[in-house]
């Protein structure tokens, strides 16, 4: 069977394709739209969570619409594409709204082409359609995918100047060159803000967001410098966290995990970052506690402390070494009362309450341990040495005390390691 007739020289960009042709792509478009979506997440994984997550039949919808649109004005050319404009919009706004360029979405038109060419020519060999056919097909989905590209492009540029941003995201680019790690003049950073429309401050206070995370941009102050392309998604708030500006971040990011780093000059605005990605880091080892907004600042110990893991490992070796013959078992108790004693300068009654043991034991490990240590424990640097790495364990290892093979019994007068 063939649907080919007469191909006319003039038309719309449709009209040459015979509208015969619409029943014989139908039956195919459910197939086409799953292929489309695996080939789009296989070259974007960027969009693998936007075809699962929560907004999955909406994004499905709207690339269903698209395939079905073109297929409609073969059959139609003068049918509406109102709601296909409006989502082809739509795609283009959500874009600007996760901080991306449109090349994302460029490249998923690009793919959605391919696929679909590919498939028409699997249908062109059973129809026996000509090679002429296939050219002008051609033609026509490209000047159709150049009308999607069009429409995307007016949506991303609108909710660019909803989101007082500049179609090329100049603001972003000068939140990068502040924390690009090299040294820049303070006339060229403030020659960059002037052209974004954004007063350059003496401080500013970076706040770290966990991957993944989506805060509603609209909620955000105006001045805040965003980048949620990156990676490890950040902003840039100038001068410190005041309550209002706290406020203002709750309610954007709406419970997801940030951390808020230290107040710093402008030209230190790449230490507060990474120091509120430590911050964010140590929280997901559960080193430090916290909701979901934390601040470096109610966690300055831990940072310096773990700041530097393989570090803290090598100090461990060292000034922990006269343990290191001992069980895993007998280190662990002798370290913790060790780290109590440094710390509390406790009586053994003191420190036996906190380990919840006889006091006699902890007299006997301190006996062990003054006989293993010697006169490391005495003199002053290798004393403050040994209780960093004593810390710095305990914090790594969320605070929690070693396990305890049997409960004690405090009317045993009998001594254990």
Not at 123 to 134: E, K, P
Not at 306 to 333: E, K, N, S
């Amino acid at each position: 069977m063939s649907v080919m007739r007469q191909v006319p020289d003039q038309g719309e960009i449709t009209g040459p394709i015979p509208r015969e042709f619409a029943a014989i792509m139908r039956p195919e478009l459910p197939g086409l739209l799953k292929e489309m979506a695996a080939e789009i997440v296989t070259a974007i994984p960027e969009y693998g969570h936007l075809l699962e997550g929560p907004n999955s039949k909406v994004i499905r919808f709207g690339i269903e619409q698209s395939i079905a649109s073109f297929v409609d004005r073969v059959a139609a050319p003068t049918a509406t594409t109102a709601q296909r404009d409006d989502l082809c919009r739509r795609f283009g706004r959500y874009e600007a709204y996760e901080g991306r360029s449109l090349d994302n979405l460029q490249a998923a038109y690009r793919i959605g082409c391919q696929v679909a060419l590919r498939r028409v020519r699997a249908v062109s060999r059973r129809y026996n359609l000509s090679a002429a056919f296939m050219l002008t097909f051609a033609d026509a989905l490209f000047a159709y995918m150049g009308d999607l590209a069009e429409l995307s492009r007016e949506g991303y540029v609108q909710a660019l100047a909803e989101l007082g941003e500049e179609p090329d995201n100049r603001r972003r680019r000068l939140l990068r060159r502040i924390l690009g790690g090299t040294a820049v003049a303070r006339s060229a950073l403030a020659e960059l803000a002037e052209h974004c429309g954004w007063r350059l401050p003496d401080e500013v206070t970076m706040v770290a967001l966990a991957p993944g995370t989506h805060p509603r941009r609209q909620a955000l102050d105006p001045d805040m410098l965003q980048d949620f392309a990156d990676p490890e998604p950040h902003l840039l708030v100038p001068g410190p966290l005041t309550g209002a500006r706290r406020a203002c971040l709750d309610d954007a990011l709406g419970g997801c995990r940030a951390a808020v780093g230290l107040t710093t000059g402008l030209g230190e605005a790449a230490d507060s970052l990474r120091w509120a990605r430590q911050t964010l880091s140590l929280a997901g080892t559960g080193a430090v506690p916290g909701g979901p907004l934390l601040r470096c600042e109610d966690h300055l110990l831990p940072l310096w402390l773990l700041g530097d893991p393989a570090l803290a490992d090598q100090m461990a070796a060292r000034f922990l070494a006269p343990l290191a013959a001992l069980t895993p078992t007998q280190q662990a108790r002798l370290v913790e009362t060790l780290r109590i004693w440094l710390t509390t300068r406790g009586t053994a009654a003191q420190i036996a309450e906190q380990l919840d043991v006889h006091p006699q034991t902890v007299r006997y490990r301190m006996r062990i341990l003054e006989r293993a240590f010697g006169d490391q424990l005495t003199r002053p640097d290798e004393r403050f040495a040994t209780e960093i790495a004593l810390r710095a364990l305990h914090l790594r290892d969320g605070g929690a005390p070693p396990k305890r093979r049997r409960p004690p019994s405090h009317g045993r007068s009998g001594y254990e390691v």
